[in-house]
């Protein structure tokens, strides 16, 4: 093992500019289900980076809490009034952690390669920086009011792309001595001014930032058909008892009897839960929340459904549709159908339509046709990144 260099990430998200018709910033408008912040936040987490750190825009915290819910990561930064200046406060901010190296990032570049990370690090074991460059492909020309101008020599040009990866102290020197006035395109550019010499590695595609409402439309495109449907199934049982409330579908419905168990023993939430686990792969609800554990007594099952959920966004899927029956011959499901729905299709954060509940009785045959208890199936279908 060599020196492990201590890495963080600086992830720049103040921007105001928004998508196309919209009022949201555009690092908080969605993509696949997920912000384009949180995509790019993400990567970087499974990545070789040790800390991943926002700098956000003033009044913006509910929005980058909102769209990093379920992340581990410390606050963000608060930005300035101009993209450097944000640079700067993060690296302010971060100046007495000792840090080595930081990749700056900008937001609106949701897709990252793991791959250009590792040859940005490599490059900068013999740079001061390094950053992502791909060729200019179209022809190069001065456009007037006038018409074409004259050509310019593409060869010698090149598209430089984010993150942008920096010995630590030379970039924050760097920005020191800029102050706020050089205006620099890019962190690049303020190391260069300051004399640090900037090696470059091949960019990606997949890197392209985010600018008009065609680079989301084809971002989406490009995400779905990456994506393998999954299914999962799930089935439950409780015992109905005297003296237990009765909670069904995550509400509580009025019965003289309720559901027996270590949770809230919501058997149809359970059976829910167990079908999107089935779908990743990750295990069953026994698994995640063992009924050993003190924690989960009594605890509502909205919890474990959440937390699968949140497994599969994690995984960079989303949920396309869950199906579920509930089996009892009391009490009538119909009348709380439209309720559970809607308070199912809330927990999963998907639409209504998404989302079935169906309910069946078993002709007072066996433990459900005799009132001993309730049992639950449900499929569920979600689309998953395709394993690599
Ligand atoms: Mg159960």
Same mark, same amino acid.
């Given at each position: 093992?060599?020196?492990?260099?201590?890495?963080?990430?600086?992830?720049?998200?103040?921007?105001?500019?928004?998508?196309?018709?919209?009022?949201?910033?555009?690092?908080?408008?969605?993509?696949?289900?997920?912000?384009?912040?949180?995509?790019?936040?993400?990567?970087?987490?499974?990545?070789?980076?040790? *800390?991943?750190?926002?700098?956000?825009? !003033?009044?913006?915290?509910?929005?980058?809490?909102?769209?990093?819910?379920?992340?581990?990561?410390?606050?963000?930064?608060?930005?300035?009034?101009?993209?450097? &200046?944000?640079?700067?406060?993060? +690296?302010?901010?971060?100046?007495?952690?000792?840090?080595?190296?930081?990749?700056?990032?900008?937001?609106?570049?949701?897709?990252?390669?793991?791959?250009?990370?590792?040859?940005?690090? &490599?490059?900068?074991?013999?740079?001061?920086?390094?950053?992502?460059?791909?060729?200019?492909?179209?022809?190069?020309?001065?456009?007037?009011?006038?018409?074409?101008?004259?050509?310019?020599?593409?060869?010698?040009?090149?598209?430089? &792309?984010? !993150?942008?990866?920096?010995?630590?102290?030379?970039?924050?020197?760097?920005?020191?001595?800029?102050?706020?006035?050089?205006?620099?395109?890019?962190?690049?550019?303020?190391?260069?001014?300051?004399?640090?010499?900037?090696?470059?590695?091949?960019?990606?595609?997949?890197?392209?930032?985010?600018?008009?409402?065609?680079?989301?439309?084809?971002?989406?495109?490009?995400?779905?058909?990456?994506?393998?449907?999954?299914?999962?199934?799930?089935?439950?049982?409780?015992?109905?008892?005297?003296? *237990?409330?009765?909670?069904?579908?995550?509400?509580?419905?009025?019965?003289?009897?309720?559901?027996?168990?270590?949770?809230?023993?919501?058997?149809?939430?359970?059976? +829910?839960?167990?079908?999107?686990?089935?779908?990743?792969?990750?295990?069953?609800?026994?698994?995640?929340?063992?009924?050993?554990?003190?924690?989960?007594?009594?605890?509502?099952?909205?919890?474990?459904?959440?937390?699968?959920?949140?497994?599969?966004?994690?995984?960079?899927?989303?949920?396309?549709?869950?199906?579920?029956?509930?089996?009892?011959? @009391?009490?009538?499901?119909? !009348?709380?159908?439209?309720?559970?729905?809607?308070?199912? @299709?809330?927990?999963?954060?998907?639409?209504?339509?998404?989302?079935?509940?169906?309910?069946?009785?078993?002709?007072?045959?066996?433990?459900?046709?005799?009132?001993?208890?309730?049992?639950?199936?449900?499929?569920?279908?979600?689309?998953?990144?395709?394993?690599?």
């Amino acid at each position: 093992m060599g020196l492990r260099h201590k890495t963080v990430a600086l992830i720049v998200a103040a921007g105001s500019g928004t998508r196309a018709g919209g009022e949201l910033p555009k690092q908080y408008a969605r993509v696949a289900g997920k912000t384009v912040l949180a995509h790019a936040i993400d990567h970087l987490l499974h990545s070789a980076i040790d *800390e991943v750190r926002a700098v956000i825009g !003033p009044g913006q915290n509910a929005l980058y809490q909102e769209a990093v819910a379920g992340r581990e990561l410390p606050p963000p930064f608060m930005g300035g009034e101009t993209r450097q &200046q944000s640079v700067r406060n993060g +690296l302010e901010a971060l100046s007495d952690a000792g840090w080595e190296r930081v990749l700056i990032h900008d937001a609106a570049r949701p897709f990252l390669p793991s791959s250009v990370i590792d040859r940005l690090l &490599q490059a900068l074991e013999e740079s001061d920086g390094a950053v992502p460059v791909l060729p200019v492909v179209d022809s190069l020309a001065a456009v007037t009011s006038e018409g074409l101008g004259d050509a310019t020599d593409r060869d010698r040009l090149g598209r430089v &792309q984010t !993150p942008q990866a920096f010995n630590f102290d030379a970039i924050l020197e760097a920005h020191r001595r800029s102050g706020a006035e050089v205006g620099a395109s890019d962190d690049a550019q303020v190391a260069r001014a300051a004399g640090y010499k900037v090696a470059t590695v091949s960019g990606d595609m997949m890197l392209e930032k985010l600018t008009f409402s065609e680079d989301f439309a084809r971002a989406e495109q490009r995400l779905s058909g990456s994506l393998v449907t999954r299914t999962g199934l799930g089935f439950d049982v409780h015992a109905l008892a005297d003296g *237990e409330e009765l909670w069904l579908g995550g509400l509580l419905i009025p019965h003289h009897r309720g559901l027996k168990g270590h949770s809230d023993a919501d058997v149809a939430l359970h059976a +829910l839960t167990d079908a999107l686990l089935g779908a990743v792969g990750a295990g069953d609800i026994g698994t995640h929340f063992p009924p050993t554990d003190p924690r989960w007594r009594g605890a509502p099952s909205s919890r474990f459904l959440e937390f699968a959920r949140d497994l599969i966004e994690g995984h960079g899927g989303r949920i396309d549709h869950v199906d579920l029956t509930i089996i009892c011959e @009391a009490p009538k499901i119909g !009348p709380h159908r439209a309720a559970m729905r809607d308070r199912i @299709a809330a927990l999963l954060q998907v639409p209504i339509s998404r989302v079935s509940v169906k309910a069946t009785t078993t002709e007072r045959l066996g433990f459900t046709g005799r009132g001993e208890g309730i049992a639950a199936q449900a499929a569920a279908t979600i689309r998953m990144p395709e394993d690599r």
